[in-house]
């Protein structure tokens, strides 16, 4: 079992940035790759980052990309999501998820261990 401890939500104004942290513990040594999603109230929840443990390889959803940034600490076994130009579109729960097989896919059907949720609120 892999658990899961996200931080660094807040109330950002539009323009602003937050950096959003996921720390893991337990059998980290079965995660292959780690994703970011978030859920919007009233919204589906969707991907939004992704990176592979080892190589590192990061996936974006276009919504994102250029403005978010995922990057890992292996060795402390955190990931983290930089998030520049925050827009109130961005507002939303954003969870930290892990899955115990290569990336495939950006569903979060693939991600096996999730956490508790950090809310992010951009104000406009």
């Known amino acids: 079992q892999v658990q899961l401890v996200e931080s660094g939500g807040g109330l950002v104004q539009a323009g602003g940035s937050l950096r959003l942290s996921c720390a893991a513990s337990?059998?980290?040594?079965?995660?292959?790759?780690m994703g970011w999603f978030r859920q919007a109230p009233g919204k589906e929840r969707e991907f939004v980052a992704g990176?592979?443990?080892?190589?590192?390889?990061?996936y974006y959803a276009d919504s994102v990309k250029g403005r978010f940034t995922i990057s890992r600490d292996n060795a402390k076994n955190t990931v983290y999501l930089q998030m520049n130009s925050l827009k109130p579109e961005d507002a939303a729960l954003y969870y930290c998820?892990?899955?115990?097989?290569?990336?495939?896919?950006?569903?979060?059907?693939?991600?096996?261990?999730w956490g508790q949720g950090t809310q992010v609120t951009v104000s406009s």
């Open positions: 998820a892990a899955r115990d097989r290569p990336w495939g896919s950006k569903s979060a059907a693939d991600f096996g261990s």
């Open positions: 990176i592979n443990w080892a190589g590192g390889s990061t």
């Open positions: 337990g059998r980290t040594f079965s995660i292959y790759a």
